[in-house]
């Protein structure tokens, strides 16, 4: 993850708040604010362990019961940021069967919504247009996460671009911990990978980004699967168990897309 400690950096879901911790310990000088879904007394009711005292006796801003698909939590922000960061998104469990099937999407769309909307309320209500406009997802690369098509269709029809990635090693972030989304319990470091996107088509510093090459025409970009030699080799891989998996995923999406009213 590329930082510049002279950007102004907002991070957003961060759980127990440790990553903001470690980002400020990391790069002192940053100009950090953080946020976090929960309230500050769910948040330390629920983590035996957290952040909130360290943040507050580093004098870093921090937003409770911050959601990012809900434009009135946006609309506290000034668009004064450079980067905003969402760490290892999860949707939180339904509390019962009732409320599974009473929503009419998959677990599947219902997270890419969730990245969706913040890629597109951090920039129009976050990031300075006189900056470099960046936002972050940080992701694992196992199921369920890589079956979001983060790198093919989450912001169509939007105007933001896919600029890349890049290996997120938590090694250099010491004392965060991923956390569970629903109760006090660590989750196992999973080698992650951020994601970027931005409003601008190029960058004004070597942020040494990557374009995997499954991104490729010869390649199932959302299967992460080829080069494919030929079309015998593709029409094979469609007939295969993961494809047709990952194309239900897909044609869900789709269907969410065309009736999508996505407000600024």
């Not at 409770?64 to 999860?90: G, H, M, N, S, Y």
């Not at 999407?105 to 990245?115: A, C, E, F, G, K």
């Not at 992701?139 to 079956?147: A, I």
Request: proline share 5%.
């Amino acid at each position: 993850m590329h930082i510049n400690p002279t950007w102004r950096v907002l991070t957003v879901g961060d759980g127990d708040l440790t990553f903001s911790r470690a980002l400020k310990m990391k790069y002192p000088e940053l100009s950090l604010v953080a946020s976090v879904y929960d309230s500050e007394e769910t948040l330390r009711n629920k983590y035996e362990q957290h952040a909130i005292d360290d943040l507050y006796d580093a004098k870093v801003p921090v937003y409770f019961e911050f959601d990012v698909t809900d434009t009135t939590c946006w609309a506290k922000l000034a668009r004064t940021f450079d980067v905003v960061i969402f760490q290892f998104p999860l949707i939180p469990s339904f509390t019962s069967k009732e409320a599974f099937e009473s929503t009419p999407y998959s677990v599947n769309t219902l997270n890419r919504i969730l990245l969706r909307k913040f890629i597109h309320h951090s920039q129009q209500c976050a990031l300075d247009p006189n900056g470099p406009m960046l936002s972050y997802i940080t992701s694992k690369d196992v199921k369920p996460y890589r079956e979001w098509n983060l790198e093919g269709s989450l912001v169509s029809n939007l105007n933001y671009h896919y600029l890349g990635c890049s290996p997120f090693n938590i090694e250099l972030f010491p004392d965060y911990k991923i956390r569970n989304v629903d109760r006090d319990k660590h989750v196992k470091d999973t080698s992650g990978i951020t994601y970027v996107w931005s409003t601008k088509t190029e960058l004004n510093e070597n942020h040494s980004l990557q374009v995997p090459e499954y991104l490729g025409e010869q390649y199932c970009t959302m299967c992460r699967v080829g080069e494919f030699l030929n079309e015998q080799d593709k029409s094979a891989h469609k007939r295969s168990r993961l494809h047709k998996a990952m194309a239900r995923n897909e044609t869900a999406w789709e269907a969410y897309l065309a009736v999508e009213n996505l407000q600024d």
